[in-house]
């Protein structure tokens, strides 16, 4: 049925790639189209801040999929071009090199951009870079290469400003962040974390300073200082901004499809126009375990959303309903989250006595709502296992490091019926 | 250079030959089905989990911890599975066959 036609991607990142081979998979018999305005071969981003930032290697280390195999599955793959114009009405897409590409189904995978906050004197600023794409790290490892005293500021203390903050300590570097809220990582942990985590800064000589609204920057032969606006100055060689992402929705609004903190999507991944899916950190989905409309930015989301839309486009039952899951790297803290911890009411540390080592739980009531696991793998499976159930837990077990970590062992004798 | 087998689930056979890298990035560049490799490889998917073909499992030694410790609640985990971003190639690996996880 599909054999005459087209399916045409926009964005060739963890939504747009993984969804293009699953359609294949899903039996897909027409041609499929992937387009991105990024040159690359289509990489794994979240290393970028990480073990890629910190290696020498060229991003051809770090691909989603080796390029043959875009070939085997048949899969076109058209990189360095923009997609400038959807007109729905027509199945057309605009190229911003001014050829048109008709399309049958059309899935919006654009994901997010840095956002660039308002700051007097950023764009005269020297050495200063996002973090979000292979050519920002390309520019960032030049920078830090040509610095002599590789002074660092970085502004945002959410993952990928620490972990680029953790990376460039580990390359030498002077690191600083600069966290705008009295705590970093605010919007996504609770305070035990996030003094967690100022610490093991501390600890490894990254200064993380708090409540620090930069407001200027002023940038003289090339050395740049950072000013905020409790008049604290930083000077720093390299600025990286990492204060959270713009979503890519400029084409589906321009489109007239459906808005909502997102380019809203029902649960086959199913934009408001029935032959536009979409995917990824651009969407704004229905999680039905926490029962309400989010908008993620990982992997996860990205993969399992793929999967749904190509099942649906190839005619299969399929709702998305999967529990969020994300990881952090910085030095040697590896942190593991399931879940969603808004609306928790109380947490639970389980310390396993052992350094590094630990896991926090997230309750609303007796219902457990997510877990961060760190150094803690089993902690993050068995959180997983118990948030997809709604088991109840015994939470004076689940705190007393000598009752071996295993579901059976942490179930609340007493179940509601 | 190793020779590494993979079996898919379809019962597909697959030899490839590579002589760096880890066990796991070499079946996502040589598009072995059923090895996602989501989280490129630093253990936190679980989407790269083979089992080793008994007979060979000390070319490649045990799971570490972590490795046990994200399989310990899979289903279709035994004691001859690993996940193979964890595993290196090196010469040791030559000629073992290893069988893809659903
Ligand atoms: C440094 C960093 C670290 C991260 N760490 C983690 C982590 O540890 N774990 C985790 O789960 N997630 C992590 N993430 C988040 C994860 O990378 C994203 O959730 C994921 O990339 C989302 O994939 P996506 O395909 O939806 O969007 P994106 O990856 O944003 O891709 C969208 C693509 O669309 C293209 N595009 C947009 N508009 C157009 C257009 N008009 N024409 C053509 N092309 C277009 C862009 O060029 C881009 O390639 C990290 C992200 C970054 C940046
Ligand atoms: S690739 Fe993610 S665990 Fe191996």
Redesign the pocket.
């Known amino acids: 049925m599909s054999e005459n036609q087209t399916c045409v991607v ?9 969804f293009a081979f699953a359609l294949r998979k899903a039996g897909w018999q027409g041609s499929i189209k992937l ?4 040159p690359s071969l ?1 990489y ?7 073990a890629y930032l910190t290696s020498s290697d060229a991003i051809d280390k770090n691909l989603l999929k080796a390029a043959e195999t875009y070939q085997k599955d048949d899969i076109e793959l058209n990189l360095g ?4 114009r959807i007109e729905r009405t027509a199945q057309v897409l605009h ?2 090199n001014g050829e048109q590409v008709a399309f049958d189904k059309l899935v919006i ?6 956002f660039i906050p308002p700051i007097e004197g950023l764009d005269s600023a020297s050495n200063l870079y996002p ?3 292979a050519q920002d790290v390309e520019n960032i490892r030049q920078a830090f290469a040509h610095s002599a005293q590789k002074r660092v500021v970085i502004i945002g203390g959410g ?2 400003g620490l ?2 903050a953790a990376s460039l300590k580990k390359l030498g570097g002077e690191v600083t962040v600069l966290e705008r809220e009295q705590r970093i990582l605010a919007r996504v942990t609770a305070p035990y974390m996030s003094d967690y985590f100022q610490r093991l800064h501390a600890d490894n000589g990254v200064a993380v300073a708090t409540s620090k609204n930069v407001v200027r920057i002023e940038t003289r032969d090339g050395e740049n200082s950072v000013q905020c606006d409790d008049g604290t100055v930083y000077p720093a060689d390299i600025i990286i901004v ?1 204060v959270g ?1 713009r979503v ?1 929705t ?2 589906a609004v321009q489109a007239g499809i459906e808005i909502d903190n997102g380019i809203k999507v029902n649960a086959q991944a199913q934009t408001s126009d029935e032959n536009i899916y979409a ?5 704004y989905h229905y999680n039905p375990h926490y029962q309400r409309f989010i908008r ?7 993969v399992d ?1 793929a999967k749904v839309a190509a099942a649906s486009i190839c005619g299969q039952e399929v709702e998305y309903d999967t529990l969020p ?5 910085q030095y040697d803290v590896k942190l593991q989250m399931v879940g969603l911890s808004q609306g928790y009411t109380d947490i639970l540390v389980r310390d396993e006595n052992e350094p590094k080592k630990f896991s926090v739980w997230y309750f609303k009531g007796d219902e457990l709502l997510a877990v961060d696991a760190v150094n803690n793998a089993k902690a993050y499976v068995v959180a997983t296992k118990f948030i997809k159930s709604g088991e109840q837990i015994d939470k004076a077990k689940l705190v007393d490091a000598s009752v071996e970590f295993k579901p059976a062992n942490l179930l609340s004798r007493v179940q509601v019926c | 250079m190793a020779k590494i087998i993979f079996i898919t689930s379809d019962s597909e056979k697959i030899e490839l030959e590579a002589t760096s890298g880890s066990v796991m990035e070499l079946a996502v560049q040589n598009g072995v089905q059923g090895i996602d490799g989501d ?1 490129g490889g630093v253990c ?1 998917c679980a989407t790269c989990h083979v089992h080793v073909a008994p007979e060979h499992f000390a070319k490649t030694g045990p799971a570490s911890e972590i490795e046990q410790d994200m399989l310990e609640l899979d289903d279709d985990a035994n004691e001859y599975s690993r996940l193979c971003c964890q595993i290196e190639v090196s010469e040791q690996l030559d000629g073992v066959v290893l069988h893809v996880a659903k």
């Open positions: 926009v964005g060739a990142s963890h939504a747009g790639v993984n387009f991105d305005a990024d289509p794994h981003r979240p290393p970028l801040s990480k071009v923009k997609v400038g190229l911003e995978a654009t994901g997010a951009r840095p973090l979000r794409t993952y990928i972990e680029t990492g992402i890519n400029e084409l995917i990824g950190d651009c969407t993620l930015e990982s992997v996860q989301n990205a959303q899951w994300f990881w952090s790297d | 989280c936190s």
